[in-house]
């Protein structure tokens, strides 16, 4: 399976997001973690898809995640 080029970490922090959500691949679990300010252990270059591979789920141990930028960060709630 090859996975989509995400947006890169630098791009994200320019759009103002600031925190990643790290999902689990495996539908069954749906384990969500929001890890916040994460963004800014990775470099500018370095793309969201070229980490996922890298976590395991904490939950049921899948390996591989699907990072999503959490874009409700940019906005202000009512
Ligand atoms: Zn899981």
Redesign the pocket.
């Known amino acids: 399976m090859t996975r989509p080029q995400k947006i890169a970490f630098g791009e994200m922090r320019a759009a103002g997001v600031r925190n990643v959500l790290i999902y689990?691949t495996?539908y069954m679990?749906?384990?969500c973690i929001m890890v916040p300010d994460d963004a800014d252990r990775w470099p500018d270059e370095l793309r969201v898809s070229d980490i996922e591979d890298k976590f395991v789920?904490t939950?049921?141990?899948?390996r591989g995640a699907d990072i999503r930028p959490d874009w409700t960060t940019t906005k202000t709630r009512a």
Do not use: S
Not at 59 to 62: E, S, T
């Open positions: 689990c495996d679990c749906g384990h789920c939950a049921c141990g899948q």
